[in-house]
């Protein structure tokens, strides 16, 4: 299995520019950028920030605010401020350096269980249990006979993913890659491409009669929900260069028609987008508040701006 699996990844991985030749902090701005995000808008966001930031203390001594503008639309944009005040750490306890062991890494801020170990085997080649969402369907799948892997993960699943790691470190490392790539390309959630699959005869889900899976997995929302107005909000926020007025966020979209806009066109538009939601006053009042609470956002009397 381990062998068919490995085979295959060689004959078929992505080139990604995070593999291969790549150094451990771009490996680690990767896999904060990946989670929850897909590869094609994650790629040229990422190859910007490197060519922005090649190293922590780049990023360190930048100030918040231009952290979360080159962020851009990758969503969940506190996962750029954990990022930044990762490689403030870096810099003042590692020498600008990002540590190899799981444990150093898990300790830096905004690090978690899964990063740790992606990090650790993918930018140091270290023997570490990488479990994320598609090692799981495949685990499901290969081992188990399920159509799904369970809504979250399991202490099962984590012990499973650890049994089938192999002992070799270059090997674990390999099949770590190479169970993650099978999941995201072969072993898909919806549509699964079974004749393609390397390790069909062995697929314990397949010798089970591809069961229906026990749940239906439902996409997060997002039209209509607060996530989309905080997400507004920040690409007023990006386009501007001086505070936006609170009045500004606030005004009908028939206002902003007839009131000229004291910012440029980008602030201008992604103002019109913001009101073309036509969001109500308690929800507006709901993102706001959780944009300052969060840090993502500051208020001052000039008006909301991302912080300094």
Same mark, same amino acid.
């Given at each position: 299995m +381990?062998?068919?699996? /490995?085979?295959?990844?060689? @004959?078929n991985?992505?080139? =990604? %520019?995070?593999? #291969?030749?790549?150094? $451990?902090?771009?490996?680690?701005?990767?896999?904060?950028?990946?989670?929850?995000?897909?590869?094609?808008?994650?790629?040229?966001?990422?190859?910007?920030?490197?060519?922005?930031?090649?190293?922590?203390?780049?990023l360190?001594?930048?100030?918040?605010?231009?952290?979360?503008?080159a962020?851009?639309?990758?969503?969940?944009?506190?996962?750029?401020?954990?990022?930044?005040?990762?490689?403030?750490?870096?810099?003042?306890? +590692?020498?600008?350096? /990002?540590?190899?062991?799981? @444990?150093?890494?898990?300790? =830096? %801020?905004?690090? #978690?269980?899964?990063? $740790?170990?992606?990090?650790?085997?993918?930018?140091?080649?270290?023997?570490?249990?990488?479990?994320?969402?598609?090692?799981?369907?495949?685990?499901?799948?290969?081992v188990?006979?399920?159509a799904?892997?369970?809504?979250?993960?399991?202490?099962?699943?984590?012990?499973?993913?650890?049994?089938?790691?192999?002992?070799?470190?270059?090997?674990?490392?390999?099949?770590?890659?190479?169970?993650?790539?099978?999941?995201?390309?072969?072993?898909?959630?919806?549509?699964?491409?079974?004749?393609?699959?390397?390790?069909?005869?062995?697929?314990?889900?397949?010798?089970a009669?591809?069961?229906?899976?026990t749940?239906?997995?439902?996409?997060?929302?997002?039209?209509?929900?607060?996530?989309?107005?905080?997400?507004?909000?920040?690409?007023?926020?990006?386009?501007?260069?001086?505070?936006?007025?609170?009045?500004?966020?606030?005004?009908?979209?028939?206002?902003?028609?007839?009131t000229p806009?004291?910012?440029?066109?980008?602030?201008?538009?992604?103002?019109?987008?913001?009101?073309?939601?036509?969001?109500h006053?308690?929800q507006?009042?709901?993102?706001?508040?959780?944009?300052?609470?969060?840090?993502?956002?500051?208020?001052?009397?000039?008006g909301?701006?991302?912080?300094?």
């Open positions: +381990h062998r068919a699996v /490995v085979e295959w990844f060689a @004959a991985a992505r080139d =990604l %520019p995070w593999r #291969g030749d790549c150094s $451990a902090w771009g490996v680690l701005v990767s896999e904060i950028m990946l989670q929850q995000t897909p590869v094609v808008r994650v790629r040229p966001v990422w190859a910007e920030w490197m060519a922005r930031w090649p190293a922590p203390a780049d360190a001594a930048e100030p918040a605010g231009e952290v979360l503008r962020w851009g639309r990758l969503g969940y944009p506190r996962r750029a401020l954990r990022l930044h005040e990762a490689a403030k750490e870096l810099v003042s306890a +590692h020498g600008g350096k /990002v540590p190899s062991t799981y @444990a150093q890494l898990l300790a =830096l %801020p905004g690090i #978690g269980t899964y990063t $740790a170990a992606a990090v650790a085997a993918f930018a140091f080649g270290r023997r570490e249990t990488v479990v994320d969402t598609n090692i799981r369907r495949v685990q499901a799948r290969l188990s006979g399920l799904l892997p369970a809504q979250s993960l399991t202490a099962a699943e984590a012990r499973l993913a650890a049994s089938l790691l192999p002992e070799d470190p270059g090997r674990s490392v390999q099949w770590n890659a190479a169970v993650m790539e099978l999941g995201a390309l072969i072993c898909t959630a919806r549509s699964p491409k079974c004749d393609l699959c390397p390790v069909r005869d062995e697929c314990a889900w397949i010798a009669g591809q069961p229906e899976p749940y239906i997995p439902k996409g997060q929302p997002w039209a209509g929900t607060d996530r989309q107005v905080r997400g507004a909000v920040m690409a007023v926020l990006r386009a501007a260069d001086s505070p936006v007025q609170a009045e500004l966020l606030w005004a009908p979209a028939a206002v902003l028609e007839s806009i004291p910012h440029p066109g980008a602030v201008a538009s992604s103002l019109r987008r913001l009101h073309d939601l036509n969001t006053a308690p507006l009042e709901r993102a706001l508040a959780g944009l300052l609470a969060d840090g993502l956002a500051q208020l001052s009397p000039a909301y701006h991302l912080p300094h």
